[in-house]
């Protein structure tokens, strides 16, 4: 998945923004360093609510505060234009008009391509960057797969849930953490079968690991769960981590049988995948709105 997926539209936005501006003021700055008229670096500072009202409202914000701008930009020349006349400025102001309006226009189009292209990348993106499993949006839609395929053909299956507190892993450092979250993701994934899916999850509070079991009943997830929580604990425990008695916790739930608290894990982790993917997030239903395959359609 690209750098730009990972990054999310708010923050492609917030790029974008501060590094607009930046350009802009160093042009301005430039112009007034080099003793331009005023009026002009006043009319490169127009640009910046052009440039920021195309980077939250669209083509609409652009073409309105283009407009804005032209009328403004006017407005500076209005006393020499009251002292000389307005022939002299007019092709000034009309240069200067279509300046904003195009830059408002083209910047919303260029916005708007960037958001639903970003979007379009968060709807496939189906790895968490922090451990290498697949993240929370893929849990949610894999375990409705299940429901359906189990409801379909009779069968059953479980997840499976190893919850971690936050709290032992704050002292650790940024790169620390990245580590350890690593190395507890590379845990799961050899704890599993290969028809198995793990997951990952954070909530805040919780880093929540999680796994899609097939063909799995309640008491193979219960020794499953409980071997992979143990491991979990001795590698936290090898790294210098210290654990409460409730640092690490289990969760299970099977179907048929278990609707409800398969249901409750699933809108947890839909939850997760809503604050990580606001744009693209899908409203969590009995079943997935969509199935990996089909999104990548």
């Known amino acids: 998945m690209s750098s730009v997926s990972r990054l999310g539209y708010p923050r492609a936005r917030r790029l974008v923004l501060g590094s607009g501006l930046a350009v802009l003021l160093v042009i301005a700055i430039v112009m007034y360093v080099r003793r331009v008229e005023a009026v002009e670096v006043g009319a490169t500072l127009l640009f910046i609510p052009v440039f920021v009202a195309f980077v939250f409202g669209g083509?609409?914000?652009g073409v309105v505060a283009g407009i804005l701008a032209a009328v403004a930009y006017a407005a500076l020349r209005y006393p020499a234009i009251d002292l000389v006349g307005a022939g002299r400025f007019m092709s000034l102001i009309l240069s200067r008009a279509l300046a904003y309006l195009a830059f408002g226009l083209i910047g919303g189009v260029a916005t708007e391509q960037?958001?639903?292209s970003i979007t379009k990348l968060d709807v496939i993106d189906d790895v968490d960057?922090?451990?290498?499993l697949f993240n929370a949006r893929f849990f949610?839609?894999?375990s409705g797969l299940e429901m359906q395929r189990a409801d379909r053909y009779g069968t059953a299956f479980s997840v499976a849930i190893v919850n971690i507190t936050a709290e032992p892993l704050v002292g650790l450092n940024r790169r620390q953490r990245q580590r350890m979250l690593r190395d507890l993701g590379t845990l799961v994934r050899d704890s599993v079968r290969t028809m198995d899916r793990g997951a990952h999850a954070f909530d805040e509070r919780r880093y929540r690991f999680g796994?899609?079991?097939p063909e799995t009943g309640r008491e193979g997830a219960r020794v499953f769960v409980g071997r992979l929580a143990e491991r979990m604990t001795?590698?936290?425990?090898?790294r210098g981590i210290r654990l409460a008695p409730d640092s690490v916790t289990t969760e299970i739930a099977s179907f048929p049988g278990e609707e409800e608290a398969l249901q409750?894990?699933?809108?947890?982790?839909a939850q997760v995948e809503a604050r990580e993917h606001p744009e693209s997030a899908h409203p969590l239903t009995g079943v997935p709105a969509s199935s990996p395959e089909q999104r990548r359609r």
């Not at 409750?264 to 982790?269: L, S």
């Open 59 to 61: 083509i609409r914000g």
């Open 114 to 116: 960037l958001r639903s």
């Open 129 to 132: 960057d922090a451990t290498g």
């Open 140 to 142: 949610v839609d894999n």
């Open 211 to 213: 796994a899609v079991l």
């Open 234 to 238: 001795e590698l936290l425990t090898e």
């Open 264 to 269: 409750r894990i699933r809108t947890e982790f």
